[in-house]
Every structure is written in structure tokens, then in C-alpha cells.
């Protein structure tokens, strides 16, 4: 079982940023490839951004690209979203998940095996 814990959400003005972590353990951090969903009160998940095992694959929402940017770092067990340029309508809660399929980049909750709890993000207008 692969345990998924968010960090990093909290209240931001718009056009400010913030620094979303999330770490993985249970199995190695290697063998899966990482993935940032966000779900708005009344609103279904949304895919935000993934990324493969070794961090050569990117994929990101078309709303997010050019702000959001995805990273990780294996020795740390750890994957991060960097969001920038920040406007209300990136409220939400944002969720970690990870699968097993490391080299592929999948947009769809579905296939993820692994969720976190999350984690609110707020941006103030």
C-alpha cells in the first residue's frame, strides 16, 4: 500500500504563489509516476499536472500551463507543483496520486491507484 500526504495549500492573493509537496512511501518512489488533481466545491476532479518516474515526461491542464509547473525529486520522495500567477479560479482542493504505469503520462483519476487527503488552496481576489 502506497501512503500519499499533500502539504503546502493555504490562502494566497491573486497573481501570488505558493508550493505544493507531496510524498510517497510505501514502495519505491521510482516506480510510480506522480499526478496533481484539483477539485472545486461543486465540481468534478479536475487533472492538473503529471509527470513519469525520472521526470522526462511532463503533461499539464492547457489552464495551468506556463503557471503551474511540476518537479520531483526521488531522493525525497518527494513531487511538487509549483503555482504561480495564481487567479481565483485555481480555488480548490488539490490532490496527490501516483500509479504505477511510471512512464506514462495519464490525465484520467481513474487511473490512479494512490490518492492523498489533500490540501485547500485559496486565492483571494
Known amino acids: 500500500q502506497v501512503q500519499v500526504v499533500e502539504s503546502g495549500g493555504g490562502l494566497v492573493q491573486t497573481g501570488g504563489s505558493l508550493r505544493l509537496s507531496c510524498t510517497a512511501s510505501?514502495?519505491?518512489?521510482?516506480?510510480?509516476?506522480m499526478g496533481w488533481f484539483r477539485q472545486a466545491p461543486g465540481k468534478e476532479r479536475q487533472f492538473v499536472a503529471t509527470?513519469?518516474?525520472?521526470?522526462?515526461?511532463?503533461y499539464y491542464e492547457p489552464s495551468v500551463k506556463g503557471r503551474f509547473t511540476i518537479s520531483r525529486d526521488n531522493a525525497k520522495n518527494t513531487v511538487y507543483l509549483q503555482m504561480n500567477s495564481l487567479k481565483p479560479e485555481d480555488t480548490a482542493d488539490y490532490y496527490c496520486?501516483?500509479?504505477?504505469?511510471?512512464?506514462?503520462?495519464?490525465?484520467?483519476?481513474?487511473?490512479?491507484?494512490?490518492w492523498g487527503q489533500g490540501t485547500q488552496v485559496t486565492v483571494s481576489s
Open positions: 496520486a501516483a500509479h504505477s504505469d511510471r512512464n506514462s503520462l495519464l490525465n484520467s483519476p481513474a487511473r490512479y491507484l494512490y
Open positions: 509527470i513519469t518516474w525520472n521526470g522526462n515526461g511532463l
Open positions: 510505501g514502495r519505491p518512489f521510482s516506480s510510480l509516476a
